[in-house]
C-alpha cells in the first residue's frame, strides 16, 4: 500500500531571512497593536524654560564707614564700580567751651552739672556727661543740657535749683524757667553758677 502524500505534513526549516522578517513584524505589530497601560508611572519632561532678558539693575551705592573721634570725620558716597564725585556726609556740629577746657562738640547731647547722671531714656543716643567744680554747691547734679537739633542749639534748664542764666549774642541776660528750653545760636553764653560758664561756639566745617 502506497502512503498517501496528504496525510504527511512536511516541516521545513525556515532560513535566516525569514525569521529575521517575521521577527521586524512581530515588532511592529506590538507597536501598533499593543494597548497603553494607563497604570504605569508617568513621566513628566520638563522644558527649560525660554532665556528671559536680564534686567539691568542701577548700580547700589555704598557708604564707606566713618570714624569716630570726639565728632563725625567726612564720609563719601561711591557708586559701586563708577568714580562720582563726593559728597560730604558729615554733620556740622557746634561746639560748646566749659569754663576754659577745650571745645566739645555737640553731636550728641551735653548733660552739664555737679555730677551728671545720664537719664533712664534717651533719645538720640548716649549723652555726653560734663561735671564742674561747684564748691558752693550753686549747681545742680545735673544742671542743664545743650543739644543740637539741626541748624539749631537748644538749652535745656533741668529744674536745676538756682536756674540758668543765658546771654544772647547782642541781648539782655534771661533766665530760664525749671524746665524751660530756649534756642540759641553761636555766640551765647550760659551762666550755670559758681563761676562756670558754656559758651556756644560756631560750626566747625570740614574741610
Known amino acids: 500500500m ?25 515588532r511592529t505589530r506590538k507597536r501598533t497593536v499593543e494597548p497603553v497601560d ?10 527649560a524654560p525660554a532665556a528671559q532678558p536680564v534686567s539691568v539693575e542701577p548700580p547700589a551705592l555704598v557708604e564707606p564707614p566713618r570714624g569716630h573721634s570726639g565728632g563725625h ?10 568714580p562720582i564725585d563726593p559728597v560730604p556726609l558729615a554733620v556740622p556740629w557746634y561746639r560748646i567751651r566749659v569754663n576754659r577746657h577745650e571745645p566739645i562738640p555737640l553731636d550728641t547731647p551735653a548733660l552739664i552739672g555737679r555730677k551728671p547722671v545720664p537719664p533712664r531714656i534717651t533719645v538720640g543716643g548716649a549723652p555726653r556727661l560734663v ?3 561747684s564748691p558752693g554747691r550753686e549747681v545742680s547734679g545735673t544742671h542743664v543740657e545743650l543739644r543740637q537739633q539741626g541748624a539749631s542749639v537748644i538749652v535745656t534748664d533741668l529744674r536745676s535749683t538756682n536756674g540758668t542764666l543765658v546771654w544772647l549774642p547782642g541781648t539782655r541776660a534771661q533766665k530760664l524757667r525749671q524746665g524751660e528750653s530756649l534756642v540759641v545760636s553761636a555766640g551765647t553764653v550760659v551762666d550755670i ?11 566747625e566745617r570740614q574741610v
Not at 38 to 47: C, E, G, H, K, Y
Open 2 to 26: 502506497q502512503p498517501d502524500d496528504t496525510d504527511h505534513t512536511v516541516i521545513r526549516p525556515r532560513s535566516a531571512g525569514e525569521r529575521g522578517g517575521e521577527r521586524a513584524a512581530e
Open 131 to 133: 561735671r564742674v567744680p
Open 73 to 82: 570725620e567726612g564720609g563719601v558716597l561711591r557708586r559701586a564700580g563708577l
Open 193 to 203: 553758677g559758681d563761676g562756670n560758664t558754656v559758651e556756644i561756639l560756631p560750626i
Open 38 to 47: 494607563l497604570d504605569a508611572a508617568t513621566v513628566i519632561r520638563v522644558r
